[in-house]
Each structure stands twice: as structure tokens, then as C-alpha cells.
């Protein structure tokens, strides 16, 4: 009883919330140590002061899959279905970073994409350090805006698979979400201002500076096509040298090969010369009898 989704429960993305995380994953956090101990009977009113508690988000670690208590957590949230406006609030505090990075990732597991984008989106603006722990049970560092790009890019975040969020530019072009406007956008104007009235001052310099920078280049480039030529010059004086060389070891091989012919001629001739001689004093001393 104390896993199952409460019976008012809405279903999210055409199935039961609990089952956005994987059964086996499912399975490992009703079993884990934490899940019994700090999140049976949790309210949606309790479950604040737990968020509060966290001090890293994460996966599951180790080899025998061990969850962490964020993804605890984010089950529990999953099973009781706290009302949206928790979830807002949860995503608009900015003292506890940790319940911010906890009702994102459910805002992103539950909520539409037109929330999850207008929700989402302006924390990229926070540039808070997160803890992160890996597969490997070791801390990261992460920041708050790569974990939001992450949620909104990725398929796979804290080792659960993202329901699938619908392109930007579809709702733009649709009216359904203003264009992205980015928190820098403001100071790259003023900073494009200051340019152009620096280059207005500047201008009879840049131009001196840029006809030096021309006939840098050109002079860089004359100077390539010259090492270019040389190098062409090297490789064909390394190539006749390499050919001469090759030529002079064929040559040597050759007479080296025609040396040994001759030599084993000489012997055989001398070998035949041994065994007529041999057979005539053979005949010598019969005759000689």
C-alpha cells in the first residue's frame, strides 16, 4: 500500500506517474534504507522540509544500483502528485538551490512543454554549484544552468529517461511562447554601441592598422610560396638522391649475385676436374697390375 500512487492521482503522459521511473530503478528505491525510513507517510507539506535536507542531487551509484535521496524524493513526488503550485514554488526558491534543482526535474518529468520551457528556462540566469554524485558513487561539480540545459536537451537525467519535449521554435511559430530572449542581450547592445563609437574615433587608425595587416599577410604568403618552392626543390633533390641510391644498391646486389654464380661455377668445374683425375689414376694403377 505504502507504494502505490494515491488513488486521485492524475495520469501524466497517458500512464501512471510512479512508472516515468524505470521498474528496476523503481524497485531498488522501495527497498532502499531511505525510502522506508524518511519517506513513508510523506505529505506534499512535509516533503518541503525533506527537500530542504538534500545536500546533492543524482541517480543511482554503485553496482548493486543504490538511489540517492533526491531520486527518493522525486519518486515520492511522483506518487503523491503534489498540487502545481508546490511545484512553482519549489522552482522559484532561490534560498534552498537543491528544492529549486528537485521541482525543476519533476516539472520536466510531469509538466507540458510549454511549462517546462517557461518554467525552466529562466533559471538559466542562476550560476549556483550543484553536487552531483555519478554511477560511480564519486561528486561533481555542476552548475545550476548546465543542469537546466541538461534537463531540456538531454533524454537521460539522474539515470531517469525524459518524456519527450516538443521543439521551441514549434510553440514560437505557433504563438503558444514568446521568442527566447536571452539575459545578455541588453548589455551585447550596449556593448555593440560603445564599438561603433569607438570604431568612429578610431577609424583612420584601424584603416593603418589594417593596411599593415595586408601587407603582413601578403608578405606572410610570398614568404609560403617561397618555402613551398623550396620544399618542392628538397623533395626532388631527396628523390634523385634516393633514386641514385637504390640504383647503386641493385647494381651491387646484381654483381654481388653474379659473383656468387661465378665462384659456383668455378667450383663445380673444379669438383669435375678432382673426379677425372681421379678416375684416371685409378685406371693407372689397374693397368699398372
Request: net charge positive.
Amino acid at each position: 500500500m505504502a507504494n502505490r500512487t494515491v488513488k486521485d492521482a492524475k495520469s501524466i503522459h497517458g500512464t501512471n506517474p510512479q512508472y516515468l521511473v524505470e521498474k528496476i530503478i523503481r524497485t531498488r528505491i522501495y527497498d532502499s534504507k531511505y525510502w522506508k525510513e524518511e519517506c513513508f507517510a510523506l505529505t506534499a507539506e512535509l516533503l518541503v522540509d525533506k527537500a530542504m535536507e538534500l545536500r546533492f542531487v543524482g541517480g543511482v551509484h554503485s553496482g548493486n544500483i543504490k538511489p540517492t535521496p533526491f531520486l527518493c524524493l522525486t519518486l515520492k513526488m511522483l506518487q503523491i502528485q503534489p498540487e502545481k503550485d508546490i511545484v512553482v514554488e519549489f522552482i522559484k526558491n532561490e534560498e534552498f538551490k537543491y528544492v529549486r534543482a528537485l521541482g525543476a526535474f519533476y516539472m520536466r518529468l510531469t509538466g507540458s512543454s510549454l511549462d517546462c520551457y517557461k518554467y525552466l528556462e529562466p533559471l538559466y540566469n542562476d550560476n549556483r554549484k550543484l553536487r552531483r554524485q555519478n554511477r560511480q558513487a564519486q561528486f561533481e561539480i555542476v552548475h545550476m544552468d548546465e543542469y537546466i540545459d541538461e534537463l531540456l536537451r538531454e533524454e537521460r537525467v539522474c539515470d531517469v529517461i525524459l518524456p519527450r519535449l516538443q521543439k521551441r521554435h514549434v510553440l514560437e511559430e505557433t504563438n503558444e511562447l514568446d521568442a527566447k530572449t536571452s539575459a545578455l542581450e541588453d548589455d551585447l547592445d550596449e556593448e555593440i554601441e560603445l564599438e561603433e563609437e569607438k570604431y568612429k574615433i578610431e577609424e583612420p587608425v584601424v584603416k593603418e592598422e589594417k593596411e599593415r595587416h595586408r601587407e603582413r599577410k601578403r608578405e606572410r604568403s610570398r614568404s609560403r610560396e617561397r618555402n613551398r618552392s623550396r620544399d618542392r626543390n628538397d623533395k626532388h633533390k631527396r628523390d634523385e638522391k634516393r633514386d641514385r641510391r637504390d640504383k647503386d644498391r641493385r647494381r651491387d646486389e646484381d654483381r654481388k649475385r653474379d659473383d656468387r654464380k661465378r665462384d659456383s661455377r668455378r667450383d663445380d668445374d673444379r669438383e669435375r676436374r678432382d673426379r677425372r683425375d681421379e678416375r684416371k689414376r685409378d685406371d693407372d694403377r689397374k693397368n699398372y697390375r
